[in-house]
């Protein structure tokens, strides 16, 4: 098993170029989520999937969609990039959600962002 | 790899040691709080879970203690290796807010031969 795969792993823009991260996992889960790590902060919560079919907002979704494209891949478009989207992206899964008595989530290697 | 934390607060052991990172978490309502460790250039990596309704959990090498009272969370490492430097995480979570991890900054912990 692979667990969670993202690509790329390093990404360069330009203000106002637009690009789509990409994340898969084999583990069969249900949630998928995306996050950001800026330095000195922990991550924040962009977009979650709980299930296929469904998206919500996080903490910080402005400036990203996101796409749950079947219930192994999970993507975050960035439409017009901005240098305050320079950042670290994860992506994650668990098999079920808090509220369904989910528990750990599983992470991907991080893609670097920089927007120039 | 990627720097997790610029300016992140340390703790540096001796190696054999014992290590405890501490974390206050900021939402009393919260009842699922975990430790995550995140070596250089890697994603978080879980180590530890604990609910509300328990105050001590145990693992390999790594307790867990809640005190719900003043909202602080522990991770105690027991015989500290080199392999345990990392920045560590503590994230809380309210089931009924439905999804929503929340990070701390961070500790990193530097381990000394």
């Known amino acids: 098993n692979a667990g969670v795969t993202q690509t790329p792993k390093f990404q360069v823009l330009k203000t106002g170029q637009s690009m789509t991260l990409q994340c898969a996992q084999d583990m069969n889960h249900n949630s998928m989520y995306w996050y950001r790590q800026d330095p000195g902060m922990g991550l924040r919560l962009i977009y979650y999937?709980?299930?296929?079919?469904?998206?919500d907002k996080g903490e910080v979704p402005n400036g990203y969609n996101v796409s749950r494209l079947n219930k192994r891949e999970f993507s975050l478009r960035l439409e017009s990039a901005a240098p305050s989207q320079t950042s670290v992206y994860f992506c994650a899964s668990s098999e079920a959600p808090w509220d369904r008595g989910g528990n750990e989530q599983f992470f991907g290697p991080g893609t670097r962002l920089t927007v120039l | 790899g990627e720097s997790v934390g610029l300016h992140l607060p340390t703790l540096s052991v001796q190696e054999g040691d014992n290590s405890i990172i501490n974390c206050a978490y900021s939402n009393s309502a919260s009842d699922y709080f975990i430790w995550y460790k995140q070596e250089s250039g890697k994603g978080p990596q879980f180590i530890i879970d604990?609910?509300?309704?328990?105050d001590k959990r145990q693992g390999q090498r790594v307790t867990v203690l809640l005190n719900k009272t003043v909202k602080h969370l522990s991770l105690q490492i027991a015989a500290t290796q080199p392999g345990d430097s990392a920045v560590y995480f503590c994230a809380e979570s309210f089931s009924g807010g439905y999804n929503k991890l929340i990070f701390g900054a961070g500790t990193r912990l530097a381990v000394h031969p």
């Open positions: 999937s709980a299930s296929e079919g469904t998206t």
């Open positions: 604990i609910r509300s309704n328990m």
